[in-house]
């Protein structure tokens, strides 16, 4: 039984494909995994998602549904988050979406993205105490874990696509410009008031495909570093490379992730934000997220329920 599902995100457009082993004991593992560099949160003008970006959008998602089709899935969901989500057209142009790619797109609220990461990320065993982060293009989810339970999340409006089309003028943001990213964030994290980031974690998670990246980075810049976790040392010894070893810090990226050269800068400011407000020592990476954790509750939960 083939299981795929599409995430319309700020910046990429995914789809994952999932061969479902057991449906009742939600054991799966993916067949496929293809991203498209959409960009779609350049399309915002003026706080509304432009008929451009529309197009963009649907292109996007039609080339994803075809994907999809050679492997005969038994169900395909379409799922978008912050990008549709946080503008003020958001209903019209997810009914334009659906009518252009001829399906039916679920719109994940603050919480239902927080929650459907941890319950991805936790899908491999239990996460100890803790805080789950994912720094998406359009905004970044933090979730408190106590005794293997979500008990808070909030969502920031703040990705790193986002602060690269609002703060940076050039392809690196300059130190001014990582400044003005940081500040923001701290704003954000200020005026918060679910409590997700009033307390401290030391122990981290990180889901996405920022936070992999970076990790990916660092180990390519620290000879015998993995690339499982990140400690808060590494994300301010990055940051410090961007200034003062960029054409260093440039070839690691062009090496892991060149797709993500011009926003991954954006995603370690806030990275590095997140640790200081909650005094975290270390990040763990978990290789599953969202896109799983939809799969498990919204797609596997209700055959299991059936």
Not at 169 to 185: C, F, K
Not at 221 to 226: F, I, N, Q, Y
Request: glycine fraction near 10%; include cysteine; aromatic fraction near 4%.
């Amino acid at each position: 039984m083939n299981y795929g599902v599409i995430d319309v995100g700020s910046n990429t457009v995914r789809l994952c494909v999932y061969d479902v082993l057991c449906p009742e004991k939600r054991k799966f593992k993916t067949i496929m995994n293809r991203k498209i560099m959409a960009g779609l949160a350049a399309y915002i003008v003026d706080g509304a998602f432009s008929d451009e970006g529309i197009a963009e959008a649907i292109l996007a998602v039609k080339k994803c549904l075809k994907r999809a089709s050679y492997l005969s899935p038994d169900r395909v969901d379409v799922f978008a988050t912050a990008v549709l989500r946080n503008v003020s057209n958001s209903a019209q142009a997810i009914a334009a979406i659906e009518q252009g790619a001829g399906c039916s797109i679920s719109l994940l609220s603050n919480s239902d993205e927080a929650h459907l990461g941890f319950v991805g990320a936790s899908s491999r065993g239990a996460l100890d105490n803790g805080a789950l982060i994912d720094i998406g293009g359009g905004s970044t989810e933090i979730t408190v874990i106590e005794n293997g339970v979500d008990v808070a999340r909030t969502s920031l409006p703040q990705g790193s696509l986002s602060s690269y089309k609002r703060f940076v003028g050039d392809i690196l943001p300059t130190q001014n410009e990582i400044s003005a990213i940081r500040a923001s964030v701290r704003r954000l994290i200020a005026a918060d008031k679910t409590g997700a980031c009033a307390g401290s974690a030391s122990e981290l998670y990180g889901v996405g495909g920022s936070i992999r990246a970076l990790s990916e980075v660092n180990a390519w810049l620290v000879p015998g570093a993995s690339s499982e976790e990140i400690t808060r040392d590494d994300v301010n010894r990055m940051l410090r490379d961007v200034v003062e070893h960029r054409r260093t810090f440039i070839d690691a990226v062009l090496h892991v992730s060149p797709e993500r050269i011009h926003t991954i800068v954006c995603g370690l400011a806030i990275l590095v934000e997140v640790f200081d407000e909650l005094d975290g020592a270390r990040l763990r990476i978990c290789d599953r997220g969202v896109r799983e954790g939809y799969l498990i509750e919204r797609m596997l939960g209700e055959v299991k329920s059936k």
